[in-house]
């Protein structure tokens, strides 16, 4: 009787798995489009009794009791999360230079634009026209020439002004890209502090808050594209023997500073000095009430020229001319 009851407890195990392996299943396929979703599975172990009583006969063969179902983990490679926050500020780099790039050429790129045989451009052959009228000049006299160079300086310096002008507007378009970068990237830290109070919260109700996790992943690649960052976990013991996980983020492109961003319920903010040569400084970290992680940290650090990377720096260099290599 005991090995038919045994049965019975067996298939239920079994069938109440497969249920919840089957609610799996069904959460991955209906949020297959889910943005920043990550694939989960079924944790399982198989149930045996280790407990021998007096009357049990080493003839008898032990077997299995079923199956019990642990929780639900994330399918997720550490790696490849590395190796795309990598690729991510490389090309937010290189996106927002080739942009940069790309607009101030269609105001000083003067290829097509003239109108003479060579086709040099109208700058060029405004130079071209006046270097012939006062060549003319030395040659047949100033007086003839005067008004003809008047007119001629006159235009060049016309076409000057315009450009001018033009580089003077992109130049506030970045300044306003700049802060609005700024901003975002601030509302990425507050937004990665306060998801992981959440998950910190969860962990202590033994839920493992999946959905708050791929929230946070989709911010840490979104704020990969800004700047290069290190993004690092580790257990923290919150007393009583109970352990919890805890976030890091720091600038991975400024050894041996290693500018912290976040730890843990702790988050820095940006600011952009426009005065001090568009210069980005880090605040000292707070939590959600304000208050420091160390009240003995300065309330901001000056970022070196260099331990930006992504897409802040890369408009950086175009607002002060000077690239990684000055």
């Given at each position: 009787m005991s090995s038919t009851f045994g049965s019975f407890n067996t298939v239920r195990l079994g069938i109440y798995a497969a249920q919840k392996g089957l609610d799996v299943t069904g959460n991955n396929i209906t949020?297959?489009?889910?943005?920043?979703?990550?694939?989960?599975?079924?944790d399982q172990v198989s149930l045996i009794s280790s407990v021998t009583d007096k009357y049990f006969n080493q003839n008898m063969t032990r077997v299995g009791q079923g199956v019990?179902?642990?929780?639900?983990?994330?399918?997720?490679?550490?790696?490849?999360?590395?190796?795309?926050?990598?690729a991510s500020a490389d090309v937010g780099a290189a996106d927002a230079k080739l942009a940069g790039l790309e607009k101030l050429a269609s105001i000083l790129d003067e290829v097509g634009k003239g109108s003479l045989e060579q086709d040099d451009g109208v700058i060029l052959s405004q130079l071209n026209d006046l270097r012939d009228l006062i060549s003319q000049a030395i040659t047949n006299g100033v007086g003839t020439?005067?008004?003809?160079?008047?007119?001629?300086?006159?235009a060049l310096a016309t076409y000057f002004n315009s450009y001018a002008d033009a580089l003077s507007g992109k130049m506030e378009d970045y300044t306003q890209e700049l802060d609005q970068q700024v901003t975002r990237v601030n509302d990425i830290l507050t937004q990665i502090r306060d998801l992981n109070e959440s998950i910190r919260n969860a962990d202590l109700r033994g839920?493992?808050?999946?959905?708050?996790?791929?929230n946070r992943n989709l911010l840490l690649d979104e704020l990969s594209g800004y700047m290069k960052i290190d993004v690092k976990y580790s257990m923290e013991d919150v007393g009583a023997g109970t352990m919890v996980e805890k976030l890091t983020i720091t600038l991975?492109?400024?050894?041996?500073?290693n500018h912290t961003l976040v730890d843990g319920t702790y988050a820095t903010k940006l600011q952009a000095d426009h005065d001090d040569n568009f210069s980005i400084s880090l605040d000292a970290l707070k939590n959600a009430d304000g208050e420091k992680q160390d009240p003995a940290d300065p309330d901001s650090v000056k970022l070196l020229d260099n331990d930006l990377y992504g897409s802040l720096q890369s408009l950086r260099e175009l607002?002060?001319?000077e690239g990684e290599f000055s």
């Open positions: 949020n297959i489009n889910t943005a920043g979703y990550t694939r989960q599975r079924l019990l179902t642990t929780g639900v983990s994330q399918l997720r490679d550490p790696g490849l999360d590395i190796a795309y926050r990598n020439y005067d008004s003809l160079i008047r007119t001629s300086a006159s839920d493992p808050g999946l959905e708050l996790r791929d991975a492109n400024d050894p041996p500073h607002l002060t001319e």
